[in-house]
């Protein structure tokens, strides 16, 4: 599946934004949809998961700040940021999960085969 990720760009700390994810090349809803960010100098770090059924896990980080939602009419993820803080900067990723994989499985980035471009995040003081 081909993944586009848009929507980030500069926020004061406290401030929301809104990143979408559209899907395009195969079944959106088969398949459990990430979102991971990557810091400077830092390793690709697990935001959260919507599972093809519908649950959402959410890194203890963003518990209570992030949501993701998710529209299989229109084949797109949404991660819904509010009350941003500088350390939310970041690359974010989007991600479809291989079929198959659930539960504490999609906080791995190794479970996930395809992979969008990045949208940045700057979150400033």
């Known amino acids: 599946v081909q993944l586009q990720a848009s929507g980030g760009g500069v926020v004061q700390a406290g401030g929301s934004l809104r990143l979408s994810c559209a899907a395009s090349?195969?079944?959106?809803?088969?398949?459990?949809m990430g979102w991971f960010r990557q810091a400077p100098g830092k390793e690709r770090e697990f935001v959260g998961v919507?599972?093809?059924?519908?649950?959402?896990y959410l890194a203890d980080s963003v518990k209570g700040r992030f949501t993701i939602s998710r529209d299989n009419t229109k084949n797109t993820v949404y991660l819904q940021m509010n009350s941003l803080k500088v350390e939310d900067t970041a690359v974010y990723f989007c991600?479809?999960?291989?079929?198959?994989?659930?539960?504490?499985?999609?906080?791995?980035?190794?479970?996930?085969?395809?992979w969008g471009q990045g949208t940045q995040v700057t979150v400033s003081s």
């Open positions: 991600a479809a999960a291989r079929p198959g994989y659930s539960g504490s499985y999609l906080y791995a980035a190794r479970v996930y085969d395809d």
């Open positions: 919507n599972r093809n059924g519908g649950a959402t």
């Open positions: 090349g195969r079944t959106f809803s088969n398949y459990g």
